[in-house]
């Protein structure tokens, strides 16, 4: 580790540094709430270490390519939840490790499909949350290496550029991060099963009905629903059906019930942890 960190924060420090200072300065003017931040020494140190173990730990599984992984990004406690996003680590032809993932940036209602580093995708979570990776089994790694390698027709086709954070799991009007990794796989896993080919998300989530997908159960209340309706954008709650609506009770896709849908499916073939890096003063922000 010591002596593999230096050459690996000379690679990654000023891409990742200048990814982080041009995405946050691109959309500081037309998103106010979002600033410029610049990571301490310490929060740089934990990132790359956090990294590096990871991609260590993967390059040592045989014809392994393409894995599941879950950051703690926010707080999530209070609805016994302990990560927050989920995302593809692809490792492409030039043998880096890359995320695949949907994220809004800077918490607009709009998202993008993002490929980038995995010091990048960490972040400061490294400092304050064990990462979640999950092995696909070899037939799923097989159909989702060749979903997720560019130009990934199949895969952006299932994305929805309208976000929500609790998007509801069976409608198409928007879609949450973890919710495009899940009908990814889900339509990796259709066509194992017996080579449905899914192009669309009305069939994608009509496939995670008839395969009992079973969406995580959050309590919402009333002021925080009024608060969200009113004044954040990424929020909407207009596709929920209306019994939710009154009882505060949403249906969402989380990191807990992809993985959970995926391990029903017998699709996982193991669960690796890493160990996060801890940080002083640095914690998981609250949602």
């Known amino acids: 580790m010591d002596d593999a960190r230096p050459a690996l924060i000379n690679r990654l420090y000023p891409a990742v540094l200048c990814a982080a200072l041009l995405a946050s300065a691109g959309i500081a003017q037309a998103e106010p709430q979002c600033v410029e931040r610049y990571p301490t020494p310490a929060a740089l140190a934990s990132m790359f270490d956090v990294a590096l173990a990871t991609t260590e730990r993967l390059d040592a599984l045989e014809d392994v390519d393409v894995v599941l992984i879950a950051r703690g990004g926010q707080d999530l406690s209070k609805y016994g939840l302990r990560h927050s996003h989920v995302a593809f680590l692809l490792r492409e032809d030039d043998g880096q490790w890359r995320a695949v993932h949907l994220l809004n940036p800077c918490k607009t209602a709009d998202s993008q499909l993002f490929r980038e580093g995995v010091a990048t995708f960490i972040g400061e979570t ?24 560019k130009p990934a027709i199949q895969a952006r086709a299932l994305h929805e550029a ?66 969200a309706r009113f004044f954040v954008p990424n929020a909407a709650v207009t596709d929920h059906p209306a019994s939710e609506r009154i009882s505060g009770n949403y249906s969402v896709v989380t990191v807990e019930s992809v993985f959970d849908f995926v391990q029903q499916q ?22």
């Open 126 to 149: 490294s400092a304050h949350t064990d990462l979640r990776i999950g092995v696909p089994s070899p037939a799923l790694r097989t159909a989702l290496k060749a979903m997720l390698t």
């Open 162 to 227: 309208r976000y929500s954070v609790v998007a509801y799991p069976f409608s198409t009007e928007y879609q949450n991060s973890n919710q495009w990794v899940l009908e990814v796989l889900a339509a990796a896993l259709a066509q194992i099963e017996d080579d449905t080919l899914i192009v669309n998300r009305t069939q994608v989530q009509a496939w995670l009905k008839q395969h009992q997908y079973r969406p995580s159960t959050l309590h919402i209340g009333v002021a925080k629903r009024l608060g």
């Open 266 to 287: 017998k699709g996982l073939q193991m669960e690796l942890p890493i160990a996060h890096v801890p940080v002083q003063g640095i914690t998981a922000p609250k949602p």
